[in-house]
Structure formats: C-alpha cells, structure tokens
C-alpha cells in the first residue's frame, strides 16, 4: 500500500525541526524547542491516528487536531523567528513545508467529508 503524501512530508517537516531545535540555546531548549517538537510532534501522531481509524467521527476529529498542531507550529516558528532562534530563512522554508501539509490535509478533508456525505454519516 502506497503511504499518502500527507505522511512522509511531516515526516520529512519532523526530521528537519528536530535538529533544528536542538540548536536552540540552552535557556530556550526547554521552552520554545520543547513546545516546537511537541506539537510537530503530535501533528504527526494525529495524521497517523487519523490514517488508522475506519471511524468517520473520529476521523473528523484527527484531522481537527492535525490542523490545531499545524496552527500551534506555525505560532512556535514565529515567536522562534521574533526571539532570533531560527534565520529568516529557516522561518521561510517551515513557512513553504507547513503551507505544503496544509494543503494535502485540505484535500484530505474534502475527500473525508465527500465519504461521509456518500455514506450518510452525519458528524456530531
């Protein structure tokens, strides 16, 4: 089974944030670079969750908090740019990535929504 785009471009976001953060100085490591992998983190988790549940509800509610985690890393990514951790750059290219995973769990909602409606699974 071939493994949806959604999956390996967090994946590839997560693998590029991890080291990223551990760059950060010591007094912001446990603040900021904590709070960043965290909720990178859990986006992921929860497009895993989300790619394993038959539940339409439940689905619903993954992708939610997928698209929660990707608000929280771009809030994290600002402040981390506005306290000078990261370059204008790196700020940019998380931009890039994040807009890219944005639009794939777009289209992975539409799609989810477009089954429910098929179905007659009416969401709570």
Known sequence: MKESPIFHKLF???????????????????VVAEALQRVTLGAHEAAIRAGH?????????????????????????????????????????????LTEIGRLLEAWKRVSAA?????GVVAE
């Open 53 to 97: 549940t038959k539940d339409p509800v439940a689905l619903a509610r993954e992708l939610d908090a997928v698209a929660l985690h990707l608000s929280l890393t771009r809030f994290y990514l600002r402040l981390a740019h506005k306290l000078m951790l990261i370059t204008l750059k790196q700020h940019e290219y998380a931009a890039e990535r």
């Open 12 to 30: 590839e976001f997560t693998a590029w944030v991890i080291p990223l953060t551990l760059k950060f100085p010591r007094a912001q490591r446990f």
């Open 115 to 119: 089954k429910k409606v098929a179905t």
